[in-house]
Nanobody, 119 residues
Framework: QVQLAESGGGLVQVGGSLRLSCTMS????????MGWFRQAPGKERELVAS????????YHADSVVGRFTISRDNAKNTVDLQMSSLRPDDTAVYYC????????????WGQGTQVTVSS
């Protein structure tokens, strides 16, 4: 069974930086894409960034372009989200997720890590 574990969340001031990391246990050979989602209180969960596992092609939501960068390390089975120029509206629980080959949606989720940006 594939498991995802996030780390790196915390409290940061406006304009600061954080790096989130997600470690995948098992399933790397059947992974199509990895993603980072976030959910703020009272809001729906949204896709922040994703990356294809084999080719490393990234996608970033418009709201984070130029501030966040997703990357992956196939050898370590990790996917990171480097966040900079953080704003209060980036405050949310951030989730790592996995899309399996042949599936149309992200089906495996981590437990989430809190990111709080204070002004």
């Amino acid at each position: 069974q594939v498991q995802l574990a996030e780390s790196g969340g915390g409290l940061v001031q406006v304009g600061g930086s954080l790096r989130l990391s997600c470690t995948m246990s098992g399933g790397s050979s059947t992974t199509l894409r990895m993603g980072w989602f976030r959910q703020a209180p009272g809001k729906e969960r949204e896709l922040v960034a994703s990356i294809t596992w084999i080719s490393g092609r990234p996608y970033h939501a418009d709201s984070v372009v130029g501030r966040f960068t997703i990357s992956r390390d196939n050898a370590k089975n990790t996917v990171d989200l480097q966040m900079s120029s953080l704003r209060p509206d980036d405050t949310a629980v951030y989730y790592c997720a996995r899309q399996r080959v042949g599936r149309s949606a992200f089906e495996t989720w981590g437990q989430g890590t809190q990111v709080t940006v204070s002004s």
